[in-house]
């Protein structure tokens, strides 16, 4: 078991940056594949970012691309989403996710913890 806790989020305005921050215990994750995932109300749970297990590979979906940036710390234990260039549709409570599996997951489906997720707040 993975117990995964997120940090980092606030409210900030449009153009600015945050940087949210995944603490695991419970268990290594160089061992997951890692994912930032995002939900705004009303809507699904989107992947914005995620990690293989060994950094060797990233994806982000184009709505973030060139904006955010995934990393993670294996020593530390610890998952990084770097977010520059903010706008107000990034609005969401931004969740932690590791799956398994070492690849990729690019699916919600795939992921096996979750944290509790962090409100991040954009204003125009």
């Known amino acids: 078991q993975v117990q995964l806790v997120e940090s980092g989020g606030g409210l900030v305005q449009a153009g600015g940056s945050l940087r949210l921050s995944c603490a695991a215990s419970g268990r290594t994750i160089s061992m997951y594949a890692m994912g930032w995932f995002r939900q705004a109300p009303g809507k699904e749970r989107d992947l914005v970012a995620a990690i293989a297990r060994n950094s060797g590979g990233t994806y982000y979906p184009d709505a973030v691309k060139g904006r955010f940036t995934i990393s993670r710390d294996n020593v530390k234990n610890m998952v990084y989403l770097q977010m520059n260039s903010l706008k107000p549709e990034d609005t969401a409570v931004y969740y932690c996710?590791?799956?398994?599996?070492?690849?990729?997951?690019?699916?919600?489906?795939?992921?096996?913890?979750w944290g509790q997720g962090t409100q991040v707040t954009v204003s125009s």
């Open positions: 996710a590791a799956d398994s599996q070492p690849n990729l997951s690019l699916h919600r489906w795939m992921y096996d913890y």
